[in-house]
């Protein structure tokens, strides 16, 4: 156990439950996917899910996947667990996302290089198990997809 770990402290703030709005989202992220609600009115991409609409008050939307390609807006690492099964991972990076679509996601960061988290770098979003939340969308450093060559 570190130094770190043997300091860390567990929140004593209820955990998140999903809501009725945003179940979803996160039912589509343990399946491998970004989705958000798109207003069917006036085109806003809501995040957090809400049942209205926070620009224009329509109650209408259409989920809408997005390619979860984005950069990182701001960063910490968090010394204090929210909840009793991330105490063990504790110091971890957690950063706001801001993905092309416009939503700023706040959210474990991945497989960063050495010198860590650099605000405005490139990244992609993976899937992973987190603690006891289940597989939930986190963020790493944006994967270089090289064009395919063709084979002589
Ligand atoms: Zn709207």
């Known amino acids: 156990m570190s130094a770190e770990t043997a300091r860390a402290e567990v929140s004593t703030q209820t955990p998140y439950l999903p809501t009725e709005d945003d179940t979803r989202f996160w039912q589509s992220a343990a399946e491998g996917h970004l989705l958000f ?48 099964s991330l105490k063990e991972q504790v110091p971890y990076p957690v950063g706001l996302v801001e993905l092309d679509c416009g939503v700023r996601l706040l959210t474990r960061l991945v497989d960063l290089p050495h010198e860590g988290a650099e605000v405005g770098m490139a990244l992609t979003v993976d899937y992973r198990e987190v603690g006891d939340h289940g597989v939930v969308p986190v963020f790493g450093p944006a994967k270089t997809v090289l064009p395919a060559v063709p084979l002589v």
Do not use: F, H
């Open 37 to 84: 609600q798109k207003c069917d009115q006036c085109s806003y991409i809501r995040w957090p899910a809400a049942g209205v609409c926070p620009e224009c008050l329509s109650r209408a939307s259409t989920w809408l996947e997005v390619d979860g390609v984005g950069t990182l807006w701001s960063n910490v690492t968090y010394r204090r667990a929210y909840a009793a």
